[in-house]
Structure formats: structure tokens, C-alpha cells
């Protein structure tokens, strides 16, 4: 079956530094979603990609979409303390269909 | 808009009772959805999909006459955990979709359920 794979599991971050966490499938997928969760919280929705190459931009955070439609990206530049959580994709095999979800990224910052 | 919201948020039970947990999109109508578990410091693991008006379908692994799925309006999907057990002890968070919106594709997730079997 599908398989959403996401790494790194674990990153310390300095406040002001920058990382990437990555997003693999084992699946061409139809669109990927990337997902917040704060700690005690409930994940919230970032942002959807569908298209091959994708990129979007939100603020400090950029996400893409791979050419072959079965890896993703999430960089985040200049991290502050408000970052901290667990980072999720999510992978969908299509347009309607259920969501995947990776192992997810904790992040952790340092003032 | 496209709130959830889950009740109770938290609930101690006792082996062997039986515990509903409710999902409710507030300011859309969820045709579609879905209820997930996440363990401490986990991913949330897909444990069925709730249609309105007809039977769940779940994953692989998940028994459905123990987690018994019903969705019996377009806004209000409940999670029966039947005859729990310490080991079902985890965090159950629920999610819906909007198709009938602009942001179809997008999941709202509930602000989840604790539950402790004792």
C-alpha cells in the first residue's frame, strides 16, 4: 500500500537558522498536504500542492511539489520560536481520496 | 470558517465500558469524515472514513465492531470505542472536508479527544 515517508523525525534548530524537512512516498500522488501541530494541539492545514514542480510561498516557508509527484519539501528560513511543533505532509493518490500521513517533524528551537 | 469540534475533549473510562466520542462541523456541512488515532510523539494513523448515510469504511487492521462509526448527518460523525481497554488508551482526533466549498480538498481537524482506560 502507500506509504508516506518523512525525515528527518527530530530537528534542533537555532532561532534565526534555517532546515528542510522532507516528505518521500512510496507512490506518484495525485496532491500533498502539509500539516501544524503545536504541542497539546491539533494539526492545522499549511497548504496544499497538486501540481508537478510545484512551489508556494508563505512567508518564511516554501514548499514544493517533486517533478515526479512522489517527494516534498518544506524549508523554512530564519526560524523563530513560534515555529516550534511538529511538521506533517500528508499524501493523497487522489483528487477525492483519503490522506497518508508521514511520520511528521518535531521541531525544536533555541533562542 | 470550517470549524470542528469534538466532545468530550478528555475521558477517563473504565476497562470493559463503552465511550462516545462526537464530531461536529459547526459552519459546513462534511459529507466525508475521517477519524484518526495518534500515540504520544506520533503521526496520526488513518482508522476509518465516515460517509454520511452509509457504512464507514476502515483501514487495514482496525476492528470495526470495536470502533463502531456513525454518520448520521452532514455534520455530525460519532466514534463509539466499545468495550475499551488500557491498550486503546491513545489520542482520537477527528477531520472533515468541505466539498461542497471552495477549499474541498482541505481537512479541518476536530481539537481531538483524550482517552485513558483505566
Known amino acids: 500500500g502507500q506509504q508516506v515517508m518523512q525525515i528527518p523525525q527530530y530537528q534542533h534548530v537555532q532561532e534565526g537558522e534555517d532546515f528542510t524537512t522532507y516528505c518521500n512516498s512510496s507512490?506518484?500522488?495525485?496532491?500533498i498536504q502539509w500539516y501544524k501541530q503545536r504541542p497539546g494541539g491539533h494539526p492545522v492545514f499549511l497548504i496544499q500542492l497538486v501540481k508537478s514542480g510545484e512551489v508556494k510561498k508563505q512567508k518564511r516557508l516554501t514548499f514544493q511539489f517533486g517533478e515526479a509527484k512522489k517527494n516534498s519539501s518544506l524549508h523554512i528560513t530564519a526560524t523563530q520560536t513560534t515555529d516550534v511543533g511538529t511538521y506533517f505532509c500528508?499524501?493523497?493518490?487522489?483528487?477525492?481520496?483519503?490522506?497518508?500521513f508521514g511520520a511528521g517533524t518535531q521541531v525544536v528551537v533555541t533562542p | 470558517g470550517a470549524v470542528v469540534s469534538q466532545h468530550p475533549s478528555r475521558v477517563i473510562c473504565k476497562s470493559g465500558t463503552s465511550v462516545k466520542i462526537e464530531c461536529r462541523s459547526l459552519d459546513f456541512q462534511a459529507t466525508t469524515m475521517f477519524w484518526y488515532r495518534q500515540f504520544p510523539k506520533q503521526s496520526l494513523m488513518l482508522m476509518a472514513t465516515s460517509n454520511e448515510g452509509s457504512k464507514a469504511t476502515y483501514e487495514q487492521g482496525v476492528e470495526k465492531d470495536k470502533f463502531l462509526i456513525n454518520h448520521a448527518s452532514l455534520t455530525l460523525s460519532t466514534l463509539t470505542v466499545t468495550s475499551a481497554h488500557p491498550e486503546d488508551s491513545s489520542f482520537y482526533i477527528c477531520?472533515?472536508?468541505?466539498?461542497?466549498?471552495?477549499?474541498?480538498?482541505?481537512?479541518?481537524f476536530g481539537p481531538g479527544t483524550r482517552l485513558t482506560v483505566l
Open positions: 500528508a499524501g493523497a493518490t487522489d483528487s477525492w481520496g483519503k490522506f497518508q
Open positions: 477531520s472533515a472536508r468541505d466539498f461542497g466549498g471552495r477549499r474541498y480538498n482541505e481537512q479541518f
Open positions: 507512490t506518484t500522488l495525485s496532491n
